[in-house]
């Protein structure tokens, strides 16, 4: 079975700047989160995806950073402007249920803001 | 707030020997815990759950303990490889909703 796929793998962008995320999780899952990973960090989650509803966006900076699942499937992240503190791997997990279960995980994308 | 932490930030064992990985959550309504390995430049993968009805589970080389009393988690690895270098990570769940990461702890097996 296919894991969960992210793209791009690495991305370097200046202060200021805009940058998209993209992920396709397992088929089947119901449940999408992006987690934040900053470097010597455990993941922190930013949002939490249930099908096309958001279940828990309480840690996702909402003046920056912005998240859709619009047909239940695959996701984008975007952040727009990027600060610095933003440099960290943005990792992309699916499950079949709720938080609850097994969580796979996606390669991630680390983000390098300069 | 809510945090779940680890006791030793870096494991060192020998090739051969067990290894016992601790970790402390705050939150008692608690009730999913999890840990995770994760490898340079891989996204984390689940090695073995437990439920909060339970104390202990069994997987393949691996055992977790919970002990609910004084909100602590381990993860024991029997006959530690090579191949089980990596950074664990503990992780408590509530209810099905966000699931909590700790900071870590780095295993280093000497051959």
């Known amino acids: 079975e296919a894991g969960v796929a992210q793209s791009p793998r690495y991305k370097i962008i200046e202060k200021r700047q805009s940058v998209a995320f993209w992920c396709n999780p397992i088929s089947g899952h119901a449940t999408l989160y992006w987690y934040q990973q900053i470097l010597g960090q455990g993941p922190k989650l930013l949002i939490q995806f249930q099908n096309n509803g958001v279940v828990d966006d309480s840690q996702l900076p909402k003046d920056r950073f912005s998240a859709e699942r619009l047909k239940g499937v695959d996701s984008t992240l975007k952040i727009q402007p990027a600060k610095l503190e933003d440099s960290a791997v943005y990792l992309c997990?699916?499950?079949?249920?709720?938080?609850?279960?097994?969580?796979?995980f996606g390669p991630g994308t680390r983000l390098t803001v300069l | 707030g809510e945090s779940v932490g680890l006791h030793l930030p870096t494991l060192s064992v020998q090739e051969g020997d067990n290894s016992i990985i601790n970790c402390a959550y705050s939150?008692?309504?608690?009730?999913?815990f999890i840990w995770y390995k994760q490898e340079s430049g891989k996204g984390p993968q689940f090695i073995i759950d437990i439920r909060s009805n339970m104390d202990k589970r069994q997987g393949q080389r691996v055992t977790v303990l919970l002990n609910k009393t004084v909100k602590h988690l381990s993860l024991q690895i029997a006959a530690t490889q090579p191949g089980d270098s990596a950074v664990y990570f503990c992780?408590?769940?509530?209810?099905?909703?966000?699931?909590?990461f700790g900071a870590g702890t780095r295993l280093f097996v000497k051959a």
């Open positions: 992780a408590e769940n509530t209810g099905g909703f966000k699931t909590i």
């Open positions: 939150n008692s309504a608690s009730d999913y």
């Open positions: 997990a699916s499950s079949l249920g709720s938080s609850d279960n097994e969580q796979f």
